[in-house]
Nanobody, 123 residues
Framework: QVQLVESGGGLVQAGGSLRLSCAAS????????MGWYRQAPGKQRELVAA???????NYADSVKGRFTISRDNAKNTMYLQMNSLKPEDTAVYYC?????????????????WGQGTQVSVSS
């Protein structure tokens, strides 16, 4: 199987910064696009930022200019640098990978999700 593990969440004051990491492991053949999603209490999960295997990125309007997504393909790791954090950024942040898994001689493409990491921003 493919596993994704997020880290780097925590409590920070408004205006502060955090850097999230997502490490993929398991029977990975390749990873296509990856992305960060977040879900605040009482709200639906939303896309924060995405990055292709070639490094092209896109961001939700609410985080443009403040967040930066990146990835290290050699390490199967993705990052989200979050600057100028606001209380409305408070949410559980999830890592998602569109990946190709190899099982024996077969390949399976699917979306894989991490368990999430809590980000809390206080005023």
């Amino acid at each position: 199987q493919v596993q994704l593990v997020e880290s780097g969440g925590g409590l920070v004051q408004a205006g502060g910064s955090l850097r999230l990491s997502c490490a993929a492991s398991g029977s990975i053949f390749s990873i296509n696009a990856m992305g960060w999603y977040r879900q605040a209490p009482g709200k639906q999960r939303e896309l924060v930022a995405a990055i292709t295997s070639g490094g092209s990125t896109n961001y939700a309007d609410s985080v443009k200019g403040r967040f930066t997504i990146s990835r290290d393909n050699a390490k199967n790791t993705m990052y989200l640098q979050m600057n100028s954090l606001k209380p409305e950024d408070t949410a559980v942040y999830y890592c998602k990978a569109d990946a190709n898994e190899r099982r024996r001689t077969n390949y399976y493409r699917s979306d894989y999700w991490g368990q999430g990491t809590q980000v809390s921003v206080s005023s």
